[in-house]
């Protein structure tokens, strides 16, 4: 076991690297000064070549490259006499460094991720990050248990009453759900909800997390500004728990230890509850641990249909400003996120099924 887990974390971290090389080359290929876009339009020769050198943008593209992954690598290598270079270790830039040996000039250090500053706003990606990813951690976690909870209630239903106007009813929903794209779902959402019908169901199209009370005195939680879009992106993953739920309860249903729970005299409750549906929730896991991935990684068109204040918004709000490390910043974090999640769902398939870890 302990040998399978090293095969998946060297094979994630593989990917990582690849994920890496690729968004570092093409955010370095676009059109574009970054010291420009600090200083504004106005900014002399002089200060647009100081940011340069200190960016290390004046550098060939192969030191710039390992300037960036000595950044982001959490033991790194750094100069300790050369402040003009970004090599230097800068405590104001790294927050903290934990010095493990110095030879020569050069100093290793352990230390947090580096994903530098925004060009737009001065602040650290890292901080900008940590406001932006719990709140699609919520949305994600929001859509997820609604996808899940009333998924299995309809797939289980469609399996129960199989041919039924419910069950061809879950099949068309569906369908449907799976079809349409998210962001068409987000702004017919928006529009019917949120403005068509919003003296009735007092939604708002626009809603963040938190909002102001009505006497200004501060910010409260408001969660029914999480109803719609958790809602909206919880759409495609709960009609495929529909269906999955359906076809995999239907063939668990058809097995011969089933025929036997019922001859038995086991009720039909005892039946799909104590032995068919943990037998049949093995796809389902499998399609909600893909969707969570997924939609922890950052759902950016319905975050900006909602305006939701989470990666999505931040990832669309650099686009448009040619933000670049920000942007790289969220794609690297959110490329972790899937990595690790399928190297965790890896390892608890090979605990499960101990065949999965001979592949």
């Known amino acids: 076991m302990l040998q399978f887990i090293i095969k998946r974390l060297f094979y994630g971290f593989l990917v990582f690297v690849g994920v890496l090389t690729i968004i570092f080359l093409l955010f370095n290929v676009l059109p574009g000064d970054p010291a420009r876009m600090m200083l504004g339009q106005r900014a002399d020769s002089a200060s647009i070549a100081a940011?340069?050198?200190d960016l290390g943008r004046d550098?060939?593209?192969?030191?710039?490259?390992?300037?960036?992954?000595n950044d982001?690598?959490?033991?790194?290598?750094?100069?300790?006499?050369?402040e003009n270079t970004f090599w230097f270790l800068s405590m104001a830039k790294y927050g903290s460094a934990t010095v493990i040996f110095h030879f020569s000039d050069k100093v290793v250090v352990l230390?947090?991720?580096y994903f530098r500053r925004s060009y737009q706003s001065q602040i650290p990606v890292t901080t900008i990050l940590a406001e932006a990813f719990p709140k699609t951690a919520l949305l994600a976690i929001t859509s997820i248990a609604i996808a899940l909870i009333i998924g299995l209630m309809i797939g289980i239903l469609s399996a129960i009453y199989k041919d039924s106007w419910f069950d061809k009813m879950a099949l068309v929903f569906s369908v449907s759900g799976m079809a349409v794209p998210s962001f068409f779902a987000a702004i017919v959402f928006a529009w019917v909800f949120a403005f068509l019908l919003s003296d009735y169901t007092h939604l708002s199209m626009f809603g963040s997390l938190y909002s102001v009370d009505d006497f200004g005195r501060g910010e409260y939680l408001d969660l029914k500004n999480l109803?719609?879009?958790s809602i909206v992106l919880g759409i495609r993953p709960l009609a495929i728990v529909v269906e999955l739920t359906r076809s995999s309860l239907l063939d668990v249903m058809s097995s011969d230890y089933i025929r036997t729970a019922k001859a038995k005299g086991l009720s039909s409750f005892n039946v799909i509850f104590g032995h068919a549906l943990k037998n049949a929730l093995n796809p389902v896991i499998t399609a909600i641990s893909g969707w969570f991935a997924s939609l922890m990684a950052g759902a950016v068109?319905?975050?900006y249909v909602f305006?939701?204040?989470?990666?999505?918004?931040a990832i669309v709000d650099a686009l448009a400003k040619y933000d670049f490390p920000v942007v790289m910043g969220a794609v690297l974090s959110i490329s972790v996120i899937l990595v690790l999640i399928n190297i965790l769902v890896d390892i608890i398939y090979a605990w499960l099924d101990p065949r999965i870890r001979l592949s």
């Open 301 to 303: 068109f319905v975050e």
């Open 51 to 53: 940011i340069n050198q």
């Open 111 to 113: 230390k947090p991720p």
């Open 72 to 82: 982001l690598s959490p033991i790194s290598i750094h100069s300790t006499s050369k």
């Open 59 to 69: 550098k060939p593209l192969i030191v710039q490259y390992l300037g960036y992954v």
């Open 307 to 313: 305006d939701w204040k989470g990666v999505g918004v």
């Open 227 to 229: 109803i719609l879009p």
